[in-house]
């Protein structure tokens, strides 16, 4: 079956960095875009970045601005998200998800079909 396992969260300081990993197993990874959101306590699950299967595309909430960075590894089977000049409003839990093909705009949550089982981040002093 499907699986999406995250790793790599945990308690950074503000300004420091992390690097998420999502291992997937269970279909064809090369053949599917993927996705990473948040949600904060209290507030909805948001996009925050997206990857094409072959890599040429990608997406990012806007008001990264800059500071995290998506890339895969099809040989792996693996996606990663570097989060850097972490802050505090970036606290949350993360999540990595499998696109459904031909489904619509990347940071919609309805747009993925598999999830995994989120990963906490939290960015405190």
């Known amino acids: 079956q499907v699986q999406l396992v995250e790793s790599g969260g945990g308690l950074v300081q503000p300004g420091g960095s992390l690097r998420l990993s999502c291992r997937a197993s269970?279909?064809?990874?090369?053949?599917?875009?993927l996705g990473w959101f948040r949600q904060a306590p209290g507030k909805e699950r948001e996009g925050v970045s997206y990857?094409?299967?072959?890599?040429?595309?990608?997406e990012y909430l806007a008001s990264l601005k800059g500071r995290f960075s998506i890339s895969r590894d099809n040989a792996k089977n693996m996606v990663y998200l570097q989060m850097s000049s972490l802050k505090s409003e970036d606290t949350a839990i993360y999540y990595c998800?499998?696109?459904?093909?031909?489904?619509?705009?990347?940071?919609?949550?309805?747009?993925?079909?598999?999830w995994g089982q989120g990963i906490q981040v939290t960015v405190s002093s």
């Open positions: 990857i094409s299967a072959d890599s040429h595309g990608t």
């Open positions: 998800a499998r696109r459904a093909p031909g489904s619509g705009w990347w940071a919609a949550p309805l747009a993925y079909d598999h």
């Open positions: 269970g279909f064809t990874f090369e053949n599917y875009a």
